[in-house]
């Protein structure tokens, strides 16, 4: 008996972390709420706004925290909003279909080319859950609503070392999907921004921060930047090593000045000083 409490609390204390990952909705926030169910698994797609329709920014990963709060803590200052995907804090997708278990990563499925083979990287395939996933895309995307917003502003964190801004370098993984390349070695190499617009690209260039520029005929991974791309959306990923959160918001204004300065026409306020 004693062991079985003592399992109960456990998982109390889980349920408390899980949700403590979040950071703690403050004074005047408002929040709503989507939902998506994939399979026996269930995705809250919440958003949190405060005082201003942009910035508006969106996390696809759930594992990746740091920039939920380097945009809680610009959003407090600033204003706007921030589209949050939770699942569990997992990185992958991953749910149960007709008593068998498929696993994707969330940013492969806002292509129709994209979605197969980000399956097939976990295991199986299945033309019911390619459908489900592309709704799945197409609800995360409604929801944030690119067409009113006029960009798309994702938020990633990543870990030490592996992936970074030299993955882009020639010889290196990533070399095809890039266009440009700007690196300012005095930054950690993890901490980035990648866009697809030339003249995003440059303007932070002159800032002097790591920032690539996506290739037009980039492999289509059926992430969101080639779906932003092929739709001439502007989009900017602003991605940090996991903990990093001062450069991330440091980047987060950066980008936003970025908008705000290419893109007059769009009404977003530049951040305070
Ligand atoms: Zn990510």
Redesign the pocket.
């Known amino acids: 008996m004693v062991i079985r409490s003592l399992i109960i609390v456990a998982a109390l204390c889980m349920n408390t972390i899980v949700k403590a990952q979040h950071p703690p909705v403050f004074e005047g926030m408002e929040t709503d709420t989507s939902y998506i169910v994939l399979g026996d698994l269930e995705m809250n797609l919440v958003k949190y706004g405060y005082g201003a329709v942009h910035p508006s920014f969106l996390?696809?990963?759930d594992d990746?925290d740091t920039g939920v709060k380097a945009a809680f803590k610009y959003i407090a200052e600033n204003g706007g909003s921030i589209v949050d995907s939770q699942y569990g804090g997992t990185?992958n997708f991953k749910f149960i279909h007709q008593e068998v278990t498929y696993q994707t990563d969330p940013?492969s499925i806002y292509t129709k080319t994209g979605i197969r083979p980000g399956l097939e990287k976990f295991g199986r395939a299945h033309e019911d859950v390619i459908t489900e996933l592309e709704n799945a895309g197409k609800i995360i995307l409604n929801y944030y609503n690119p067409l009113k917003t006029g960009y798309i502003f994702?938020l990633?964190?990543?870990g030490d070392s592996g992936f970074g801004i030299s993955s882009y370098l020639k010889g290196y993984d990533l070399e095809t999907a890039a266009d440009s390349l700007y690196i300012n070695f005095q930054m950690d190499n993890d901490d980035m921004v990648l866009v697809t617009e030339p003249v995003l690209f440059s303007w932070l260039k002159k800032e002097n921060v790591n920032v690539v520029l996506q290739a037009k005929n980039a492999p289509d991974d059926g992430s969101l930047s080639i779906y932003a791309m092929h739709h001439h959306i502007p989009y900017i990923n602003v991605?940090v090593q996991h903990g990093h959160i001062d450069e991330h918001l440091r980047l987060i204004r950066l980008g936003t000045r970025a908008l705000a300065e290419l893109y007059p026409s769009l009404g977003i306020k530049k951040p305070a000083e």
């Open positions: 996390t696809i990963h990746e990185r940013n994702t990633h964190n990543n991605e």
